[in-house]
């Protein structure tokens, strides 16, 4: 089984129990909780290989985590979670795990993602409009990944699955050239 398989299935039983009617801790604050254990892992290359070492036991692993948990404020489930990660020995598979939990969770909240590439940052009334165009555009909640592209030199290029909108000013000098090289 790939990483990429193993990480779905933890992604998959956390969604399940985060979901679930009368979990103690809400989807987004889970994703919020892993985020910031998979932050505090990432800064600290002691502690990635201390909690990834196979010569490392498991319980020291647990106490040690159980340290972060506490520092972090990490709930119970979330706290479990990672012990059960831990203790199978996919610690450094956590960051994709997290990645796929936001996605199933967003697909099982009826949000669909947008990658947005714009040519500078744009202002917050920008980002509102775009994700209300957008939820228009796909009949769905939209979460907004921004990344500025300075390629685009204006407007923005939104991709939602495979489908592109691009309002980009490179994007709309392609289409007139194309529409000239029709008439011609």
């Known amino acids: 089984m790939t990483v990429t398989a193993i990480a779905a299935r933890y992604a998959e039983a956390l969604t399940e129990v985060v979901t679930a009617a009368g979990s103690p801790v809400r989807p987004q604050e889970s994703v919020n909780e892993i985020r910031a254990f998979v932050s505090t892992l990432a800064s600290s290359n002691e502690l990635y290989i201390a909690l990834t070492s196979p010569a490392i036991p498991a319980s020291r692993k647990k106490a040690v985590i159980g340290r972060i948990a ?12 990672l012990f059960v990660v831990t203790s199978h020995r996919r610690i450094a598979a956590l960051a994709e795990i997290l990645q796929l939990l ?40 939209v979460r907004l990944r921004f990344q500025i592209e300075e390629s685009l030199i204006g407007g923005v290029v939104a991709r939602i ?13 392609q289409l007139l050239e194309r529409s000239l090289v029709r008439q011609e």
């Open 70 to 81: 506490d520092d972090l404020q990490l709930s119970g489930i979330i706290r479990n979670f």
């Open 102 to 141: 936001e996605e199933k969770l967003d697909e099982r909240l009826g949000f669909v993602r947008a990658e947005v590439a714009s040519a500078r940052e744009l202002s917050a009334e920008q980002r509102a409009a775009l994700t209300q165009t957008l939820e228009h555009l796909s009949g769905k909640h």
């Open 161 to 173: 699955g495979s489908t592109v909108y691009d309002g980009s000013v490179r994007g709309q000098l």
